[in-house]
């Protein structure tokens, strides 16, 4: 479907945290359909201090796929994988 926006409210501590809990809250509503990947643009807003991020699926997607880097993206990495894998929204790395 083109042009439709979601909105959804999260808690997150990270960007990609707030993307992964988004798209695992949108993919629980059966009304939502298949959530496009590549080059679709996810917007973030942080409410407090007011901030707007916006991710490309596919940087998104590579980012959760990578491998290596600092033990606290790693820990990241591992807690968003395991959102998305709970919502089946992206297929995880393996």
């Known amino acids: ?3 439709v926006e979601h909105t959804i409210d999260v808690t997150a501590e990270t960007l990609y945290e707030a993307v992964a809990a988004a798209l695992a809250t949108l993919q629980q509503d059966s009304w939502v ?3 496009a990947q590549g080059l679709n643009t996810i917007s973030v807003l942080v409410q407090q201090p007011p901030i ?3 991710v490309k699926m596919k940087d998104f ?3 959760l796929r990578r ?3 600092s033990p606290a993206e790693v ?3 591992e807690r968003v994988t395991r959102m998305l894998t ?3 929204t992206v297929n995880p790395p393996v």
Request: no cysteine.
């Open 67 to 69: 491998k290596g880097g």
């Open 33 to 35: 359909g298949e959530i």
């Open 61 to 63: 997607l590579s980012w």
């Open 1 to 3: 479907m083109r042009d």
């Open 75 to 77: 820990s990241l990495r």
């Open 52 to 54: 707007k991020h916006e």
């Open 86 to 88: 709970r919502s089946q």
